[in-house]
């Protein structure tokens, strides 16, 4: 918990108050970086400055604020020196998948400790898993620059006043309205080109029931199963970041709901729905599966895929977007990993065996 400092107007800062930021570090940097590693990072070392101004005679007056700019700061850094990997990134780039817990794991799901898995902060103010969570939503951020990224977030969802967001970006009130305005043009831009279809909230009831016969089709390996789930606009991207073995992933998106259609029988009809089994999870805020390894070849998480669900202009329920990461550098915070090496080498025999 925090403690006036008398004489000073700030506080200081115990281990408890620590955790209780935690997670509104997280939410921040997630939120900026769009990776669960990057921003356990940006957390340690936010989380350790706030600590040390605390012993300091002026203390800290304002906890939530003071880890909102370090951590904000600390992400734009982060961000202006990842930049060019991500320009050389191979295939489609997503953010690390965000894991819900639920009542369902999988063996290996035990990871260390990471901050989102603390309690997280009152959903009103920090916006926690909403919206801007969602994969769609952090991609377009990935277009803004560091600045806008980091001005339209500090203002559009986490709801600072352009003057206080202007102080912690570290420019003047004008510039950061500037900015944040212009990264809401983009992304409204971004949103304006979406699919033939009506976005919007659905129960969790009807999205599981959709994810049911998503898996269902997956069982059935037949393209018309699929189709049946599937929008006609319907687009599938996949990341697998160049780190997987050839067939686990596609190197650029697929649109079109035969398409789609076709892509996902044939993931399922070459073995690999015999290979792993699918737990529901929400993702992202999303309605998702984690895929995970038979224990007969090791066991551990194959990848992740979630779902945007719409509803089609004549009324059905479909999905109409999916994101698959089979990048093993975005799934180690989820637990032990599936030996692609092993899978794969399993297909190849099953393969010559028919």
Do not use: C
């Not at 997503?94 to 819900?100: G, R």
């Not at 309690?119 to 951020?141: C, G, Q, R």
């Not at 129960?203 to 789930?229: C, H, K, P, Q, W």
């Amino acid at each position: 918990m925090t403690h006036d400092t008398p004489g000073t107007g700030g506080t200081t800062i115990d281990d408890d108050a620590l955790d209780r930021l935690r997670p509104l570090s997280f939410a921040v940097a997630y939120r900026m970086l769009g990776s669960v590693a990057e921003a356990e990072d940006v957390v340690q070392e936010a989380l350790l400055k706030v600590a040390q101004q605390a012993d300091r005679p002026d203390g800290v007056r304002n906890p939530d604020a003071f880890v909102t700019t370090v951590t904000t700061r600390l992400s734009i850094n982060v961000l202006r020196s990842a930049r060019a990997r991500r320009e050389t990134y191979v295939g489609p780039w997503l953010p690390e998948p965000l894991v819900s817990g639920t009542a369902t794991r999988w063996p290996g799901h035990e990871s260390p400790a990471v901050a989102h898995s603390a309690a997280p902060p009152d959903a009103a103010a920090h916006a926690e898993l909403a919206d801007d969570l969602s994969t769609a939503f952090l991609v377009v951020l990935e277009t803004l620059t560091p600045a806008e990224r980091a001005a339209f977030l500090l203002h559009d969802v986490l709801g600072y006043p352009h003057a206080e967001a202007a102080e912690i970006i570290g420019t003047s009130a004008v510039s950061a309205r500037q900015l944040a305005s212009r990264a809401r043009r983009r992304i409204e831009a971004k949103r304006a080109e979406a699919l033939g279809h009506t976005p919007g909230r659905r129960s969790r009831e009807e999205a599981n029931r959709l994810v049911s016969r998503f898996l269902a089709a997956v069982e059935d390996g037949e393209v018309e199963a699929f189709i049946g789930v599937l929008s006609d606009d319907v687009v599938f991207t996949g990341d697998g970041g160049g780190n997987v073995p050839p067939g686990f992933a596609i190197t650029k998106p697929m649109a079109g709901r035969d398409r789609v259609a076709k892509l996902l029988s044939g993931f399922s009809r070459r073995g690999l729905s015999g290979l792993a089994h699918y737990v529901p999870e929400e993702i992202n805020g999303a309605p998702g599966l984690v895929i995970v390894a038979d224990d007969s070849l090791g066991g551990g998480v194959l990848g992740t895929l979630s779902f945007e669900i719409g509803t089609t202009p004549d009324g059905a329920l479909r999905i109409v977007a999916a994101h698959g990461v089979v990048n093993p550098a975005k799934l180690g915070h989820l637990g032990r990993l599936a030996d692609l090496d092993r899978l794969a080498a399993h297909l190849r025999q099953a393969r010559r065996g028919h």
